[in-house]
């Protein structure tokens, strides 16, 4: 997703500088990504930090690969990446796009079950398997919490348009707060 908005968002760049009208669909796809991005990005990092990194050391796990540059890059750049975006640009966030994280995972649910059971189902991530007993709920849950997380970002870019240096600091705690480019030292609880 942080991927595709940023590709949205030069290709529409590229128009203005050229002095070209934007075209709708680069204009429709970058404002129904950006959500996903925001959400899903965010909520990515937390989950990385505050569980799977815990449960990792708890298990007494090989926390490596957690800390890898690509690795480094899905959970901690792009927050970072995101989050200089929203400060320098301010955008005009929505709270109704917040249900565009919900209606693609849905879709992503939909999709998984029929991949699961009908074309191989192979996922780089278990929590994302479908046919384990409550996954189509927790996919679910997974989705709403996508919108839940863009709406706190959209609560944070609200209060900057009121009180800039106020949001801009909330943002920056949250970011502090989500991101970890060291491993923590083995048997020590991450902070």
């Given at each position: 997703m942080f991927g595709l908005v940023f590709l949205f968002s030069s290709i529409g760049t590229w128009h203005i500088v050229l002095g070209n009208e934007i075209p709708d669909s680069v204009r429709l796809l970058s404002t129904a990504i950006y959500p996903l991005a925001l959400g899903s990005a965010f909520l990515t990092s937390t989950v990385v930090r505050y569980i799977?990194?815990?449960?990792?050391?708890?298990?007494?796990?090989?926390?490596?690969?957690?800390?890898?540059?690509?690795?480094?890059?899905?959970?901690?750049?792009t927050?970072?990446?995101?989050?200089?975006?929203?400060?320098?640009?301010?955008?005009?966030?929505?709270?109704?796009?917040?249900?565009?994280?919900?209606?693609?995972?849905?879709?992503y649910v939909i999709f998984?079950?029929?991949?699961?059971?009908?074309?191989g189902g192979y996922y780089v991530y278990s929590f994302i398997e479908p046919r384990v007993k409550g996954a189509p709920m927790f996919l679910t849950g997974l989705a709403f919490s996508i919108g839940l997380f863009y709406l706190g970002l959209w609560l944070i870019v609200e209060l900057m348009n009121e009180i800039y240096l106020l949001?801009?600091?909330?943002?920056?705690?949250?970011?502090?707060?989500?991101?970890?480019?060291?491993?923590?030292?083995?048997?020590?609880?991450?902070?």
């Open positions: 799977i990194i815990p449960s990792e050391i708890k298990m007494e796990r090989d926390l490596s690969h957690l800390f890898l540059p690509h690795e480094i890059v899905m959970h901690n750049l927050v970072i990446l995101l989050a200089v975006d929203l400060i320098a640009t301010q955008p005009n966030l929505r709270p109704e796009f917040g249900l565009m994280g919900v209606i693609m995972g849905i879709i998984a079950y029929i991949w699961a059971n009908y074309g949001g801009v600091l909330l943002l920056c705690l949250w970011v502090k707060q989500i991101i970890m480019f060291k491993q923590p030292i083995p048997n020590m609880k991450p902070i």
